[in-house]
Every structure is written in C-alpha cells, then in structure tokens.
C-alpha cells in the first residue's frame, strides 16, 4: 500500500511526524507537506506565485505553497509515476468539525485529492495544547 501524506500544521508539525511513524509501520509513505503553517487556506491553489520544494533530511518534501499545492504537486509532478492508494492528511493541532471543513487546509488537501479520483482521509486532534482550528 502507497500513502501520500500532506497537511496544513507545516511539515515539521508534530502530528504529521506521529502519523507518519504510525502508518509507515503499515504502508510505504510519502509526505509532502507546506513548508511553514497554512491554516485556513482551504483548498487554495497558488496559480500565480512559483512554487518550489526542498527534500528534508527526513525524506519528507516541503512546498512553499498550500496543503492543496502540496497534493497536486505531488500527484501531477513530484510522484506522477507512482499510483497511490489514499492521501491521508493531519493530524491537525485542533478540531475540524461542522463548518471549520470549509477553512481547513487539512481538509482542502484531502478534498484536493479526492477531486483526483483518490481516496482521502483527514484526520484531526483536540486535547491537550491544541492549539484550535486549522
């Protein structure tokens, strides 16, 4: 099983680390994620800014651009010859319940995908020092 992995915390966010090691146990995982934090940007497209990406010593690609940038790049460009199974995206610091989807980047990525023909999941944490929506 082949896993594309994005969120919207950024790509050293502390969620998507815990579920990357909990699905690399399971699946080969890819993440490709925003280089710094883009809550609420919901399924936004940069279509007039350059984007660029940078491979972490992690193997994790960050993109200067939005969740949904990072899903569409990662299908169309970065992995175009590989056939992935479900993007899975989060895990959000915060909660995404009822109208908060419409903002979410966590969920725009996820819906990015879909929009793709793939199956997506997003997924989201409230507790602790969650910091709110995203």
Known sequence: MKILMSN?????????????HALSTIAEVVVVAPSNEQSGCASSLSISTPLYTHELESGFI??????????????HEIYRHTDFDCVITGINSGANLGQDVLFSGTFGAALTAQLFG???????LVGGGAKGTG
């Open 8 to 20: 919207d915390d950024g790509v050293h966010a502390p969620g998507l680390l815990a579920l990357y």
């Open 62 to 75: 960050a993109v200067n651009g939005s969740p949904a940038d990072c899903v569409y790049l990662a299908l």
């Open 118 to 124: 793939l199956p997506a999941i997003a997924t989201s």
